[in-house]
């Protein structure tokens, strides 16, 4: 009887690599997270230095328009005093807008100045049931309006695109508006000042409503630092863990 000899096998572990994809996803997204989470700390920054700056604007003292403004954002904020009078022939209706819970409209009328040029005012808010009847509440003759000096608005993607043609305005295309009360060559500048009052019994007799001088720039970049900072920390402990994973794994193998 022939013995047969069997070989012993010998089964080689297959050999975990240290750094797999997954290793390297969690690694990085700390390292970004923290990375956007500093950026916002700078834009933080930058924007409380801008409030600031703005806030010190409208604390100063009233200034008389000048005769042309070249450079709107410099001014941005500042109060300002001018005298003419309405051009109702194109004031426009600017909405839908809501103002406490109300549904109604923005009304910027062009203010023929003494001096021959024309800057857009927005009156502020009149509610929708008497936005029609609006007009009939502009002053005839001279008026002197205190106000605050604004840039153009912006846009988002989903506002609709203004139709000039059908009376349709929903955003400040300042440019726009004032092309639409006669551009240049009516010496209409696009200019817009916002009217400052105080008094809020003209919401119920439908005289549009201006708005506080107050500064109303956004500002959430505390709550962006807050956010990727703590995603940063999360996936710190989540990259560790996994780490130790894997290296409990190696000490596992057998040699």
């Given at each position: ?201 003209r919401l119920k007799r439908g005289v549009p409503v201006g708005r506080a001088p107050v ?41």
């Amino acid at each position: 009887m022939e013995s047969t000899a069997s070989a012993p096998s010998i089964y080689k572990a297959k050999k975990q690599r240290w750094i797999t994809p997954t290793m390297v996803l969690v690694g990085f997204i700390p390292i970004f997270t923290f990375a956007l989470g500093t950026w916002q700390v700078q834009r933080l920054k930058w924007k409380v230095a801008l409030i600031d700056e703005l806030e010190e604007k409208l604390q100063r003292e009233p200034m008389t328009l000048p005769k042309r403004i070249n450079a709107v954002p410099d001014f941005a904020f500042r109060k300002v005093t001018l005298k003419g009078h309405w051009d109702v022939d194109h004031a426009v209706l600017l909405g839908p807008r809501v103002r406490n819970g109300t549904n109604g409209y923005h009304l910027v009328v062009p203010l023929v100045r003494e001096n021959g040029s024309t800057v857009l005012v927005d009156r502020g808010f009149v509610s929708k049931e008497l936005a029609d009847s609006c007009k009939r509440h502009l002053e005839s003759g001279d008026v002197e309006i205190l106000g605050m000096l604004r840039t153009t608005h912006k846009r988002n993607a989903f506002t609709p695109d203004n139709h000039p043609e059908k009376g349709e305005w929903y955003w400040a295309d300042v440019d726009a508006m004032a092309e639409y009360a006669g551009g240049e060559r009516a010496g209409v500048q696009p200019v817009l000042v916002e009217e400052i009052f105080e008094i809020s019994s003209r919401l119920k007799r439908g005289v549009p409503v201006g708005r506080a001088p107050v500064v109303d720039v956004r500002n959430s970049h505390a709550s962006y630092v807050a956010t990727w900072y703590a995603l940063s920390a999360f996936t710190s402990v989540m990259f560790v863990r996994l780490l130790m994973k894997q290296r409990q794994a190696r000490m596992r193998i057998p040699r």
